[in-house]
């Protein structure tokens, strides 16, 4: 049989496995560390090859058999996973390697103590999903799902085991209603949100990306849908500020629990939010416990969005002031702190955050009082600019727990708060927020002696 013989050695950072031929690094998808395969190169660059999985010839214990019959490495193949072929418990262990040597190899950093993974069910967790759509006549019809790993086409799914189960069921019908629509060539995608109603059951709401106006028969058909299978459906004509429910009689809120806080947050379908509830119930009181806020003390919740992290703050300290970039996930923060009864404890500021300085720093704590503790929770891109901030002041706090869904940009802005700012890295762990991914999520805590000063400060 065709093909070259390798051992593999470790995972990347997309799940694939490193091996090497004669010294080159090769990235076999689909591999396993410590398995021996025979693989098949399909791409060459200057520092690596990018190589077929043909056949295992020796398999590695932290093998398993995947359980959606839409996964694998075939072309066609759905792409919304990639490590259902490693054992769960695996996954959360090669993800927790990936946080220690991005740690170290950028940022030459060890934390002084390893966290207890985070982790829920691996199945049915994903509250959030984005799915495409796509009128493909050769395959009879609508295709509505994940698109196709490593591909723009849209896998031919009837199932998924990573939406909840009642979401999954709607994958054949939503084929059937999009199908028999006047504007399926140009819906191309559907939003899937799941959250709370207010009577707390489950509801589901899905929101249309349409590019044209449906008729009225196309109105009647989606509302016999959403009756039918008792969910709300929103329209989406343009960006996501535009989106809004079919049917003004729809109840148009969703929250999202905290119940260990008594909390409720109010989302639209379209804002953001933790894909995975219950991971995030168990992430809000782990960061909590990090932080450790005192009753008297003074919060500040960089990237606070609707105030995942704030309002749980605010049941714990004096007072705590989030801070985000969008004007429109604050006001739903403030309405949630309303709602909670917290409106006294909470403030929110609409700032650039990645263009933040020491001097906005100086003036927030100026107008809000002294910080005693800092939750960071940023995009991919990090928080450099707010990290950089901090370690040129003299005013930063004692603590500081920053969560992350990038172990790179993680890395980074650690770099800065550590050999600039003076903080040392006591603990950092891993949340494994999307299982049988390689997304890897992670929390990390910082600490300084009270009244040091940061490095650069120190050195002006």
């Not at 065709?2 to 050695?9: F, I, M, R």
């Not at 084929?175 to 028999?180: I, K, N, S």
């Not at 009753?295 to 749980?312: I, P, Q």
């Not at 739903?332 to 933040?356: C, K, Q, S, T, Y």
Request: net charge positive; glycine share 10%.
């Amino acid at each position: 049989m065709a093909g070259l013989v390798l051992e593999v050695d470790s995972l990347d950072l997309e799940g694939r496995g490193v091996a090497r031929n004669d010294g080159k690094v090769v990235f076999v998808a689909g591999a396993l560390p410590g398995e021996c395969v025979r693989a098949e190169i399909v791409g060459r660059k200057p520092k690596f090859d990018r190589a077929r999985l043909i056949e295992v010839l020796r398999e590695s214990p932290l093998r398993a058999r995947p359980r959606c019959p839409h996964f694998g490495l075939h072309p066609g193949a759905c792409g919304g996973c990639s490590m259902q072929h490693v054992e769960p418990r695996a996954q959360v262990a090669i993800k927790q390697r990936v946080l220690e040597d991005a740690l170290w190899h950028l940022a030459r950093l060890r934390p002084e103590r390893i966290l207890r993974p985070i982790e829920g069910s691996p199945w049915g967790y994903r509250h959030r999903a984005r799915l495409a759509v796509r009128h493909v006549a050769k395959k009879g019809g609508v295709l509505v799902g994940f698109h196709e790993r490593g591909s723009s086409y849209v896998a031919d799914m009837r199932e998924c085991r990573i939406l909840p189960r009642r979401v999954s069921n709607l994958l054949v019908p939503l084929r059937e209603l999009v199908g028999g629509l006047s504007l399926r060539e140009r819906l191309p995608q559907i939003e899937v949100a799941v959250g709370q109603g207010g009577d707390g059951r489950e509801r589901v709401v899905l929101v249309l990306r349409v590019l044209q106006p449906p008729t009225g028969q196309d109105r009647a058909r989606i509302e016999a849908f959403a009756a039918r299978h008792e969910l709300a459906i929103w329209l989406q004509p343009g960006g996501p500020h535009t989106a809004a429910p079919l049917s003004p009689a729809q109840p148009d809120q969703l929250t999202l629990a905290l119940p260990e806080f008594g909390l409720a947050l109010p989302f639209g379908p379209t804002d953001f939010t933790q894909v995975n509830h219950r991971v995030n119930e168990v992430l809000v009181r782990s960061a909590l416990r990090l932080l450790d806020p005192q009753s008297g003390e003074r919060v500040v919740d960089f990237f606070c969005g609707l105030g995942n992290f704030t309002l749980a703050l605010a049941r714990r300290c004096a007072a705590v002031l989030g801070i985000d970039g969008s004007d429109e996930l604050l006001q739903r923060a403030g309405v949630a702190a309303e709602r909670n009864g917290l409106g006294g404890r909470v403030r929110f500021a609409a700032r650039n955050l990645f263009e933040w300085s020491a001097a906005d720093w100086e003036q927030t704590t100026a107008g809000f009082g002294a910080v005693d503790r800092v939750l960071i929770d940023p995009p991919r891109e990090g928080a450099l600019a707010v990290a950089r901030a901090l370690a040129g002041t003299q005013t930063g706090p004692r603590r500081i727990v920053y969560v992350s869904c990038n172990p790179a940009t993680l890395a980074r802005d650690c770099a800065v708060l550590v050999h600039e700012g003076g903080w040392t890295l006591a603990a950092a762990g891993v949340v494994n927020m999307f299982p049988h991914t390689s997304h890897v999520e992670s929390v990390a805590m910082l600490e300084r002696p009270f009244g040091s000063a940061s490095r650069t400060a120190a050195a002006c």
